[in-house]
């Protein structure tokens, strides 16, 4: 009964910006570091960014830092990922995931025991 359901994907053009939405039910939300996925066409899923349970402590793939922002609202079991200054590369279906983990200097652990459904994300050039 455990679910994470993403939304706000959609079309987008280079430069331009979308919000997603991860709501998640069926598990304690703010025991949980939250992290967004994402997996290019013919490419393996890889971790976007990370947000500790108090929302202090992020972390972001160097090839979104300065133009994606990871938040949450724990109160409404929601995370967000505002995607800035898309690029065509950002296309990919975007996955958000509860994980058992922390997040040090050296990024987030990765101790993910659920996935959304994902949510796909077009960035035209």
């Known amino acids: 009964q455990v679910q994470l359901v993403e939304s706000g994907g959609g079309l987008a053009q280079a430069g331009g910006s979308l919000t997603l939405s991860c709501v998640g039910s069926?598990?304690?939300?703010?025991?949980?570091?939250m992290v967004w996925y994402r997996q290019e066409p013919g490419k393996e899923r890889s971790v976007v960014a990370a947000?500790?349970?108090?929302?202090?402590?992020?972390w972001y793939a160097d090839s979104v830092k300065g133009r994606f922002t990871i938040s949450r609202h724990n109160a409404k079991n929601t995370l967000y990922l505002q995607m800035n200054s898309l690029k065509p590369e950002d296309t990919a279906v975007y996955y958000c995931?509860?994980?058992?983990?922390?997040?040090?200097?050296?990024?987030?652990?990765?101790?993910?025991?659920?996935w959304g459904q994902g949510t796909q994300v077009f960035v035209s050039s």
């Open positions: 995931a509860n994980d058992r983990g922390t997040i040090t200097a050296g990024g987030p652990s990765l101790r993910v025991d659920y």
């Open positions: 947000i500790d349970w108090s929302g202090e402590r992020t």
């Open positions: 069926g598990f304690t939300f703010v025991l949980y570091t």
